[in-house]
């Protein structure tokens, strides 16, 4: 093979290998998610919210009449969660991570005086708009 046959056959691979790397999904733990928060001190209660990771970005899916949260914060590629998220006048603090099709972590309200545990399963690959 010729050093030009080599070069184009080369650049040929490498170009369907950039493609195949562009179509995989950006990251693993994009979905939605049904996230379970429980009180272990304090009275806040037990709450379940859905939300959607899109590349490493965070929605929160409210029920009708909810308030809205807002959520900053990122799920690293290696599923580590850090997370502030507000709601009303309460500002909450998660971390913890995700692996496969579920995820646990703690989180807690300074405000209120109150912290727990989270724990996520994971509902659809697909994020939800």
């Known amino acids: ?4 046959k080599m070069t184009a056959a080369a650049l040929a691979l490498g170009i369907m290998g950039a493609g195949a790397a562009l179509a995989a ?11 379970q928060m429980v009180t272990d001190s304090g009275i806040c ?8 990771v899109e590349k490493g970005n ?8 909810d308030t809205p949260a807002q959520i900053s914060g990122q799920i690293a590629t290696n599923g580590s969660v850090s997370l502030d998220i ?19 972590g703690v989180w807690k309200v300074d405000s209120y005086g109150c912290s727990g545990r989270w ?9 939800q708009s």
């Open 1 to 4: 093979m010729t050093f030009t």
């Open 25 to 35: 999904p950006k990251d693993k733990h994009d979905g939605t998610w049904q996230v």
């Open 45 to 52: 209660g037990t709450n379940t919210y859905a939300i959607t």
């Open 58 to 65: 965070v929605r929160y899916h409210g029920n009708p009449g």
């Open 86 to 104: 507000r709601r009303s006048s309460a500002q909450a603090q998660a971390s913890g991570s995700l692996a496969g099709q579920s995820g646990s």
């Open 119 to 127: 724990n996520a399963q994971k509902r659809s690959s697909v994020a």
